[in-house]
C-alpha cells in the first residue's frame, strides 16, 4: 500500500489520505480534478477506470491477472475482476512486519469488567494460522459455513480471519440475541461449524450461555464440530466440544498462508434487520469487501495505518456489537494497518444506573483517535448532560480523537452542535463529524465524510467515490433539493452475490430492484443539495404524507427530541388504503416529569414551528419505551403494520429487538384502538 516510510519523522501538516490518492492520482495517472465532484463524477462514470485505481493504489496482490474490472449487467448480474484470486487475509497480514516494527499493536480490548487486553501483530498472524489448521482438521473446506456466537472480543476476530484463510464462510449472531433469532439465521446457511462462547458479562450482569449453545447445536443438524470460547459466566460446560484455548495453543505451522480464491469467493454472511419474516442471508464475496472497505474506510473516513508517519498513531473504534455490520467495520480496520480498539459490553454501564460517560473514559484510557457510534448514542449522551471538559479535568484525555464517527439513523443537527462544542471545550474546534449513511445489505457506505469538505450539522458531507447515488421521483428522474427514493444507478463490487438459498434471485431482486428494474433502491428518503451535501430522512417505507406532502419521520425526530423533556419519540402515519392520515405520535418522557396539555401543546408548537402545522400528530402518547432493534433503530413499519390490524408475530421479530418487553404495551394499545 502506498504509505509514508514510518521511519520518517512526521510531516509539518497531516495530509488527508483522501488527498494523498488524489497526489497518487497525479503523479502515476496524470489525472487532475477541479474539485471533489469532478472526481466523484469520473469515479461513477469511469467504473473500470476508479476501481482499477483503486487496486493499485492499495497494490491488492493476486497470482493471476484479472482480464477487465467488469463485465455483464444490468444490476445485479455483474462480475467484478474475473481471473484475479485474492484472500482478505492477505492484505490483513501483509501489516504484520511493518506495524510490529514501529511498536504498533492491532488490537486492543476492554470490557466491563476492565479486562484489558492488547494483541501485537505477530500473535495475530500466529493465532489465525493456529485457528486455521484447527478448522482444517475439523472438516472445515472452501464454502462451509463456520457460524459463530460470539461476543465483541479478539477471538472474534482471530476466528473470523481464520475462516476467510481456509476459504470457510463466516456469520456471526451476537450473544445478546435470543436463541430463536440466531436460528432463525443459522439454519438458513447450514453450517458446518459452531464457534461458541459460553457465557458474557453485560449491562452489569454475568450471563450464562452454555445452555444457548447446547439449543443452537440441537437445532442445526448440520453442525459436526463445535468450538466453545469458555469464560467465568457459565454456570455448566458445554459437552462435547473442543475447547478454545486448547485449540489457539496447538502448534503453529508457519507456512501456513491463507488460500488464493476467487474474487467473488463468498466471504461472509450477514443478515437483515430481520423486523419481519426471516432475516434475509446476505453475500458478500472476499474481493468485493475488501475493495470497498479500503475506499470507505481509509479514503473517506481518513483511518490510515497506524504504523506510517501520516497516520499519527491511529486508534480506532467504532462502538458495535457483533450483531451489527459496524463490527465487519470495525475489523476492516485490520485490513488498513490500522489499530482497532474494541469495547465488549453496554455503552451506559449497569442498565440500573445508566452512565453514558463510559465510552469516553475508555477512548481517553487507550487514546482513540477515531470514535464511532450509532446516533442514538451520541443523543442520550447529550440527553444525559454528560460533560466531556469535566471528565477531561478529572484525567480522562480526550485529546487524542480527532473524528467523531456515526451512523445507524440520522444524528439530529442539535446534537452535531451540542458534541462540537464539547470537543471545542477541549481544545479541538472543528472536530470532524463522519455521519455516514450505508447499510448491511452491501456492507459499505452509499454517503459519508470527506476531510476536507465544508461540515453542516445535520448533514452528510458527500456521496462517496465508486456510488452513483441519486434521489429520484417516483418516476425515475433526478432531483436537486428535493426529497426522493435513494437509489444508486451503477453497482459497486460490495454489492450482494446472492442470498444464501434464494434460487432465481427472487429475494434478492423483489428486495433492491422491483421498483427500478437495473437501478438499486435502498429504501430511504434522501436529498441532494446543490453544494453536494447529503441529508437521510429515514425509511422511505416510513415516510409520513399528510395532505400530499411527504415528510421523514426524522425531521419530526429533530423537532420533538429538542424539548428536555422528551427523551425519545416514535412516529407512524396510519394512512392506509385511501383512509385520510391518522397522525400517532408516542414519546417518553424525562424521569419524574408530569405528562399534561401544556406538554402537549409545547409538542405541537415545536413541530408547527420547525415543520408545518400539517404535521401536527393528531394524537401524542407517553410511552416507557421506543422499540428499537438490536442496532438501535427505531421501528417505525412494524409498529405501523401492528397498529393497522397485522398480528405481532407477523410484523416483528422479537429476538432481534433490544428491548422486545416493550412491545406488550403496543400490542394492547393496537387492540384497543382496533375495537373502537
Not at 449491562?203 to 449453545?213: F, H, K, L, S
Given at each position: 500500500?502506498?504509505?509514508?516510510n514510518p521511519q520518517r519523522p512526521p510531516q509539518p501538516a497531516y495530509v488527508p489520505q483522501i488527498r494523498l490518492y488524489q497526489n497518487w492520482l497525479r503523479e502515476e495517472r496524470g489525472q487532475v480534478f477541479e474539485n471533489y465532484d469532478a472526481l466523484w463524477q469520473w469515479s461513477t462514470t469511469d467504473l473500470a477506470g476508479f476501481w482499477q485505481s483503486i487496486w493499485d493504489y492499495f497494490d491488492v496482490p493476486s497470482p493471476t491477472p484479472h482480464r477487465c474490472v467488469l463485465e455483464g449487467g444490468p444490476m445485479p448480474d455483474v462480475h467484478w475482476f474475473p481471473g484475479a484470486q485474492v484472500n482478505y487475509v492477505h492484505q490483513v497480514l501483509r501489516h504484520v512486519a511493518p506495524a510490529h516494527a514501529a511498536g504498533q499493536p492491532a488490537i486492543i480490548s476492554d470490557d466491563e469488567t476492565g479486562r484489558v487486553r492488547t494483541m501485537d501483530w505477530p500473535t495475530l498472524r500466529q493465532?489465525?494460522?493456529?485457528?486455521?489448521?484447527?478448522?482444517?482438521?475439523?472438516?472445515?473446506?472452501?464454502?462451509?459455513?463456520?457460524?459463530?456466537?460470539?461476543?465483541?472480543?479478539?477471538?472474534?476476530?482471530?476466528?473470523?480471519?481464520?475462516?476467510?484463510?481456509?476459504?470457510?464462510?463466516?456469520?456471526?449472531?451476537?450473544?445478546?440475541?435470543?436463541?430463536?433469532?440466531?436460528?432463525?439465521?443459522?439454519?438458513?446457511?447450514?453450517?458446518?461449524?459452531?464457534?461458541?462462547?459460553?457465557?458474557?458479562?453485560?449491562?452489569?450482569?454475568?450471563?450464562?450461555?452454555?445452555?444457548?449453545?447446547?439449543?443452537?447445536?440441537?437445532?442445526?443438524?448440520?453442525?459436526?464440530?463445535?468450538?466453545?470460547?469458555?469464560?467465568?459466566?457459565?454456570?455448566?460446560?458445554?459437552?462435547?466440544?473442543?475447547?478454545?484455548?486448547?485449540?489457539?495453543?496447538?502448534?503453529?505451522?508457519?507456512?501456513?498462508?491463507?488460500?488464493?480464491?476467487?474474487?467473488?469467493?463468498?466471504?461472509?454472511?450477514?443478515?437483515?434487520?430481520?423486523?419481519?419474516?426471516?432475516?434475509?442471508?446476505?453475500?458478500?464475496?472476499?474481493?468485493?469487501?475488501?475493495?470497498?472497505?479500503?475506499?470507505?474506510?481509509?479514503?473517506?473516513?481518513?483511518?490510515?495505518?497506524?504504523?506510517?508517519?501520516?497516520?499519527?498513531?491511529?486508534?480506532?473504534?467504532?462502538?458495535?456489537?457483533?450483531?451489527?455490520?459496524?463490527?465487519?467495520?470495525?475489523?476492516?480496520?485490520?485490513?488498513?494497518?490500522?489499530?482497532?480498539?474494541?469495547?465488549?459490553?453496554?455503552?451506559?454501564?449497569?442498565?440500573?444506573?445508566?452512565?453514558?460517560?463510559?465510552?469516553?473514559?475508555?477512548?481517553?484510557?487507550?487514546?482513540?483517535?477515531?470514535?464511532?457510534?450509532?446516533?442514538?448514542?451520541?443523543?442520550?449522551?447529550?440527553?444525559?448532560?454528560?460533560?466531556?471538559?469535566?471528565?477531561?479535568?478529572?484525567?480522562?484525555?480526550?485529546?487524542?480523537?480527532?473524528?467523531?464517527?456515526?451512523?445507524?439513523?440520522?444524528?439530529?443537527?442539535?446534537?452535531?452542535?451540542?458534541?462540537?462544542?464539547?470537543?471545542?471545550?477541549?481544545?479541538?474546534?472543528?472536530?470532524?463529524?463522519?455521519?455516514?449513511?450505508?447499510?448491511?445489505?452491501?456492507?459499505?457506505?452509499?454517503?459519508?465524510?470527506?476531510?476536507?469538505?465544508?461540515?453542516?450539522?445535520?448533514?452528510?458531507?458527500?456521496?462517496?467515490?465508486?456510488?452513483?447515488?441519486?434521489?429520484?421521483?417516483?418516476?425515475?428522474?433526478?432531483?436537486?433539493?428535493?426529497?426522493?427514493?435513494?437509489?444508486?444507478?451503477?453497482?459497486?463490487?460490495?454489492?450482494?452475490?446472492?442470498?444464501?438459498?434464494?434460487?432465481?434471485?427472487?429475494?434478492?431482486?423483489?428486495?433492491?430492484?422491483?421498483?427500478?428494474?437495473?437501478?438499486?433502491?435502498?429504501?430511504?428518503?434522501?436529498?441532494?443539495?446543490?453544494?453536494?451535501?447529503?441529508?437521510?430522512?429515514?425509511?422511505?417505507?416510513?415516510?409520513?404524507?399528510?395532505?400530499?406532502?411527504?415528510?421523514?419521520?426524522?425531521?419530526?425526530?429533530?423537532?420533538?427530541?429538542?424539548?428536555?423533556?422528551?427523551?425519545?419519540?416514535?412516529?407512524?402515519?396510519?394512512?392506509?388504503?385511501?383512509?385520510?392520515?391518522?397522525?400517532?405520535?408516542?414519546?417518553?418522557?424525562?424521569?419524574?416529569?408530569?405528562?399534561?396539555?401544556?406538554?402537549?401543546?409545547?409538542?405541537?408548537?415545536?413541530?408547527?414551528?420547525?415543520?408545518?402545522?400539517?404535521?401536527?400528530?393528531?394524537?401524542?402518547?407517553?410511552?416507557?419505551?421506543?422499540?428499537?432493534?438490536?442496532?438501535?433503530?427505531?421501528?417505525?413499519?412494524?409498529?405501523?403494520?401492528?397498529?393497522?390490524?397485522?398480528?405481532?408475530?407477523?410484523?416483528?421479530?422479537?429476538?432481534?429487538?433490544?428491548?422486545?418487553?416493550?412491545?406488550?404495551?403496543?400490542?394492547?394499545?393496537?387492540?384497543?384502538?382496533?375495537?373502537?
Amino acid at each position: 500500500m502506498h504509505v509514508t516510510n514510518p521511519q520518517r519523522p512526521p510531516q509539518p501538516a497531516y495530509v488527508p489520505q483522501i488527498r494523498l490518492y488524489q497526489n497518487w492520482l497525479r503523479e502515476e495517472r496524470g489525472q487532475v480534478f477541479e474539485n471533489y465532484d469532478a472526481l466523484w463524477q469520473w469515479s461513477t462514470t469511469d467504473l473500470a477506470g476508479f476501481w482499477q485505481s483503486i487496486w493499485d493504489y492499495f497494490d491488492v496482490p493476486s497470482p493471476t491477472p484479472h482480464r477487465c474490472v467488469l463485465e455483464g449487467g444490468p444490476m445485479p448480474d455483474v462480475h467484478w475482476f474475473p481471473g484475479a484470486q485474492v484472500n482478505y487475509v492477505h492484505q490483513v497480514l501483509r501489516h504484520v512486519a511493518p506495524a510490529h516494527a514501529a511498536g504498533q499493536p492491532a488490537i486492543i480490548s476492554d470490557d466491563e469488567t476492565g479486562r484489558v487486553r492488547t494483541m501485537d501483530w505477530p500473535t495475530l498472524r500466529q493465532q489465525v494460522a493456529t485457528m486455521a489448521q484447527a478448522l482444517k482438521r475439523l472438516g472445515v473446506e472452501p464454502g462451509d459455513r463456520v457460524a459463530a456466537y460470539l461476543p465483541n472480543v479478539p477471538e472474534t476476530a482471530v476466528a473470523f480471519l481464520a475462516c476467510a484463510s481456509v476459504g470457510g464462510v463466516w456469520s456471526v449472531c451476537a450473544p445478546d440475541m435470543g436463541t430463536a433469532a440466531v436460528l432463525d439465521r443459522f439454519r438458513q446457511i447450514e453450517p458446518k461449524v459452531l464457534i461458541a462462547s459460553d457465557g458474557v458479562y453485560y449491562g452489569g450482569r454475568p450471563m450464562d450461555r452454555a445452555a444457548t449453545v447446547d439449543a443452537l447445536r440441537e437445532g442445526l443438524p448440520t453442525i459436526e464440530q463445535v468450538i466453545v470460547l469458555r469464560t467465568p459466566y457459565a454456570a455448566s460446560q458445554v459437552a462435547d466440544a473442543h475447547d478454545w484455548q486448547a485449540l489457539i495453543e496447538g502448534a503453529d505451522d508457519a507456512t501456513h498462508e491463507p488460500l488464493w480464491l476467487p474474487f467473488d469467493h463468498p466471504l461472509w454472511i450477514v443478515y437483515s434487520s430481520g423486523t419481519t419474516g426471516l432475516p434475509k442471508p446476505i453475500v458478500h464475496s472476499h474481493g468485493g469487501i475488501l475493495l470497498t472497505m479500503l475506499s470507505m474506510k481509509i479514503l473517506h473516513n481518513d483511518v490510515g495505518p497506524s504504523y506510517a508517519a501520516n497516520s499519527l498513531g491511529e486508534r480506532f473504534h467504532w462502538y458495535s456489537s457483533t450483531g451489527w455490520v459496524m463490527w465487519n467495520a470495525q475489523i476492516a480496520g485490520l485490513a488498513g494497518g490500522t489499530t482497532i480498539v474494541l469495547y465488549d459490553g453496554n455503552p451506559a454501564g449497569r442498565k440500573e444506573a445508566p452512565d453514558w460517560t463510559v465510552l469516553w473514559r475508555f477512548a481517553a484510557r487507550h487514546g482513540v483517535t477515531y470514535f464511532g457510534a450509532g446516533a442514538a448514542y451520541y443523543t442520550n449522551c447529550m440527553k444525559a448532560g454528560i460533560d466531556l471538559p469535566g471528565l477531561q479535568a478529572n484525567g480522562h484525555d480526550l485529546t487524542r480523537i480527532r473524528a467523531l464517527g456515526c451512523t445507524g439513523s440520522p444524528l439530529p443537527e442539535d446534537v452535531q452542535r451540542w458534541g462540537t462544542a464539547q470537543f471545542e471545550a477541549l481544545g479541538t474546534p472543528g472536530i470532524w463529524w463522519v455521519n455516514i449513511s450505508g447499510g448491511t445489505d452491501f456492507c459499505g457506505a452509499f454517503i459519508g465524510g470527506h476531510r476536507e469538505l465544508p461540515q453542516v450539522p445535520g448533514q452528510m458531507q458527500c456521496r462517496q467515490l465508486g456510488c452513483a447515488v441519486e434521489a429520484w421521483s417516483e418516476d425515475g428522474k433526478p432531483l436537486i433539493d428535493a426529497v426522493g427514493e435513494l437509489v444508486c444507478t451503477q453497482p459497486i463490487p460490495s454489492m450482494p452475490l446472492y442470498f444464501w438459498n434464494d434460487p432465481g434471485k427472487q429475494r434478492y431482486l423483489s428486495s433492491y430492484f422491483d421498483m427500478y428494474p437495473g437501478v438499486w433502491r435502498h429504501g430511504d428518503w434522501l436529498k441532494i443539495g446543490r453544494d453536494g451535501g447529503c441529508v437521510i430522512y429515514g425509511r422511505s417505507d416510513a415516510t409520513i404524507n399528510r395532505h400530499g406532502l411527504r415528510m421523514g419521520t426524522s425531521e419530526i425526530y429533530a423537532a420533538v427530541e429538542t424539548l428536555p423533556d422528551i427523551l425519545d419519540s416514535l412516529v407512524v402515519d396510519l394512512e392506509y388504503l385511501g383512509r385520510p392520515s391518522t397522525l400517532l405520535l408516542f414519546v417518553v418522557l424525562r424521569p419524574g416529569v408530569p405528562w399534561d396539555s401544556a406538554l402537549q401543546s409545547r409538542i405541537h408548537a415545536a413541530i408547527r414551528t420547525a415543520l408545518s402545522p400539517r404535521f401536527v400528530p393528531d394524537e401524542v402518547i407517553p410511552v416507557a419505551e421506543v422499540p428499537r432493534t438490536l442496532s438501535g433503530k427505531k421501528q417505525e413499519l412494524p409498529i405501523k403494520k401492528l397498529l393497522l390490524g397485522h398480528p405481532v408475530e407477523r410484523v416483528v421479530n422479537r429476538e432481534a429487538m433490544a428491548n422486545p418487553d416493550c412491545l406488550a404495551w403496543y400490542v394492547d394499545f393496537a387492540a384497543r384502538r382496533q375495537a373502537q
